[in-house]
């Protein structure tokens, strides 16, 4: 039905930028809230950052805020998060979520989708 598939993680240093993105594809009629949120092993999943569909509304953790800035490009049906000043406590798997008005055979669902999940690793 709708995939979301991250990509842009990896491996960094502390103080240094990562972008990650977040492109959703399927069986879309619209996209509504967009949002990062990260997980910490043996712990629950935790919002940073999300974004209306006007973007005119954002939300940061407070761990977050001043660092990273979330974005998204409605023709690409794409998130991103930049993350800037990077410390070793955003080490973390990064999930993009996306509230999706999805095309099905008897009309429409509206439906949270996930993305598979990518690792950040901040590291000196």
């Known amino acids: 039905q709708v995939q979301l598939v991250e990509s842009g993680g990896g491996l960094v240093q502390p103080g240094e930028s990562l972008r990650l993105s977040c492109a959703a594809a399927?069986?879309?009629?619209?996209?509504?809230?967009m949002g990062w949120y990260r997980q910490y092993p043996g712990s629950q999943r935790d919002k940073v950052a999300s974004?209306?569909?006007?973007?005119?509304?954002?939300y940061y953790a407070d761990s977050v805020k001043g660092r990273f800035t979330i974005s998204r490009d409605n023709a690409k049906n794409t998130v991103y998060l930049q993350m800037n000043s990077l410390k070793p406590e955003d080490t973390a798997v990064y999930y993009c979520?996306?509230?999706?008005?999805?095309?099905?055979?008897?009309?429409?669902?509206?439906?949270?989708?996930w993305g598979q999940g990518i690792q950040v690793t901040v590291s000196s």
């Open positions: 399927g069986s879309i009629f619209s996209i509504n809230d």
């Open positions: 979520n996306a509230n999706v008005v999805a095309r099905v055979s008897f009309g429409r669902i509206r439906k949270d989708y």
């Open positions: 974004i209306t569909s006007g973007g005119d509304t954002n």
